[in-house]
Structures are given as structure tokens and as C-alpha cells.
């Protein structure tokens, strides 16, 4: 589909008319068919999970994990939670309310958790 690449599975559009994947360190948005790939958003790390408003995603800086948010309204992207611990696989995931989001986080090397963030808006 792309061809540039991707790190991790693309995440369709709501109207299904593009896809979302990470590659080369930054969130992409492409067209089903591959056409039109736009970096939007630099220094992601792992799957986007959208949304109607945005887009969930984490950055690797400093030695831990953010949870980001970049909203499709402003363009921008606002931290969310600073993660202190390794995220594992780096897929947050939203529900379709728009009320919980589950991620998961690694707190032994013989395991990990599912971790709730909530009050995240």
C-alpha cells in the first residue's frame, strides 16, 4: 500500500478513505489506494489509534514513553500522560465513547499490564 515504508499496522479512516501508519518515526496519513502519503505527525513511536477528534499516539524522548493527542481541529498535539515505565508494542487504544483509553505497559521483563488512563480529555 505505501511505498515508503511502515513500522507498524495502518489504522483506517472513519469514512474509510485513508489509512494511518508510523513510518520512519512519524505518524503518516495515505490514501487506500497509496497515493498522496503526508507525514503529519514527526517523533511517533508505534500504531496511531484515531479517533473522530484526533489522534492517540506515543513519542520516545528522555528515557520514558508520552502518550500524546494530536487533534485534527488545532493540527497541534498536547501530552497527555508523561509514562514513566516501557510501553510494549505502543498501540493505545481508545473506545468508541471517547472515555477510556488502554495501552499496554511493561512492569517485570517476565511480563506486562493493560494500564487505564482515565480523565484524559
Do not use: C
Amino acid at each position: 500500500i505505501t511505498r515508503i515504508g511502515g513500522t507498524s499496522l495502518p489504522v483506517e479512516s472513519e469514512d474509510g478513505q485513508s489509512l494511518w501508519f508510523n513510518a520512519g518515526g512519524g505518524i503518516w496519513e495515505t490514501g487506500v489506494d497509496g497515493s498522496g502519503a503526508t507525514r503529519v505527525i514527526d517523533h511517533a513511536t508505534g500504531a496511531p489509534s484515531l479517533t473522530h477528534d484526533g489522534i492517540y499516539y506515543f513519542t520516545s524522548t528522555a528515557g520514558h514513553i508520552d502518550l500524546q493527542f494530536y487533534s485534527f481541529a488545532t493540527g497541534k498535539s498536547r501530552l497527555i500522560v508523561i509514562h514513566g515505565k516501557p510501553a510494549t508494542g505502543f498501540f493505545p487504544s481508545i473506545t468508541p465513547d471517547g472515555h477510556w483509553l488502554l495501552y499496554p505497559q511493561t512492569d517485570t521483563p517476565a511480563g506486562s499490564d493493560l494500564m487505564l488512563v482515565e480523565h484524559f480529555h
